[in-house]
C-alpha cells in the first residue's frame, strides 16, 4: 500500500510551541535589558594646572565670575541675580566686544566662570550649567543667522561654518574650585 | 478510504498563526538589537535631574558610568551618599583617579557619563571631577533628562 506522504509534509517542528519559545525568550529581553538614556550635558574639563606652572593671567574683564551658594542664591560678578536674567547676563558678557568696560573685550576672550559651594544641590548646578550653555547657544544661533542665514543648530555636523561659528564663540566654561567656607 | 482526511487538530484555526512566531521574533531580535543587558547592579539610589541642553551620547562604546547618589536601604528612608563605578562602591575617592586611568588607558576617547542624583550636593561631584581631571579623563557627561517645560 502507498501511503501518501505528501499530505504529511506538514511541519516537522510544532508551530505552537516555536511561538511560545519566541514568547518566553522576548518576555526575558523585555525583563532584563533597559533603553539607554544616554543624554546629558557635554562637557570637556580642562587639564589639571601644572604644579610649576602658574594659572594663566586672565584680564578681569574677560572673566564673568558666577558664585552660587549653598542655598541655590546666585551672584554674577558680586551682584545678586535672580536665576531667569542669568542667561540673559551671560549673553551681554559674551557678545560686549569691548563696549562695556567692565565686560569682555571678545568672545574670544571671554571665560565665564562658575563657582558653587560644597553644599550646592546638584541641580541647581546643572540648572546653571544649562542656563549657561543656553546662552552660549543662542548667541551662536544669533551669529550663524548673520552669516549664514541659518541658526547654529541647523549646520551640518563637522561643517566648516559650523567650526567657524565654534572658533568665533568658543565654549569657555570653568568650573572654579570651591572655596573652603 | 481516500475521502476522508485525517484531521491532524481538531480546532479550526480562522488566524494563519503560522506567521506568529516570524512576528514574534522580529520583535525579539528588535529588542536585542536596541537594549543593553544592564549588568550593573544599582547600588545608589539616582533621579535625574533635567536640563534643556541636552546632547545624546552617539558612541556607546566609548561610556564608562559613575553613579552617585544616596545608598539603597531595605527600610524607608536613605542611606549615606556613595559613588558607585561597575557594580563597586567606592569607599576612597583617590581610587578613582587610578580606576579612570586605567579605562583612558584602554579607551583614549573615553567619555565618562556621571549619573549623579538630583539633590545630592555638589561638594562630591566637584571631588570626582579634580579625580578625573588627574587621571586625564577631561570628556565629561552630566547625565540628565530632556526638560520639557519652559525654566
Known sequence: MFRKRESRVSAEIPGSSLADIAFLLLVFFLVATSFNTDSGIGLV??????????PPQINDRNMLS??????GLVSIEEELTPMS?????????????????????????????????????YSVYIDMLDRVIGAYKEVRNAVSMRKYGKPFTALPD????????????????????PAES | MAQFKKRSSGATTEIPVVALPDIVFILLIFFMVTTVIRSVDLKVQVQFTQAKNIEKITQKRLVSYIYVGPMKTPGPGEGKVAIQIDDAIIEDIEVIQSIMYEKYQDQPKLIVSLRVDENVKSGIVLDIQKELKQAGTLRINYSALQEQREG
Open chain 1, 45 to 54: 574639563l580642562p587639564p589639571p594646572p601644572q604644579e610649576n606652572q602658574p
Open chain 1, 85 to 121: 536674567q542669568v542667561k540673559r547676563k551671560v549673553k551681554e558678557f559674551i557678545t560686549n566686544r569691548g563696549q562695556d568696560p567692565k565686560l569682555s573685550e571678545s568672545p574670544e576672550n571671554a571665560v565665564v566662570s562658575i563657582k558653587t559651594a560644597r553644599e550646592t544641590t
Open chain 1, 158 to 177: 563637522n561643517s566648516e561654518a559650523q567650526e567657524t561659528i565654534e572658533d568665533l564663540i568658543p565654549r569657555q566654561i570653568s568650573i572654579a574650585e
Open chain 1, 66 to 71: 558666577i558664585l552660587v551658594n549653598g542655598q
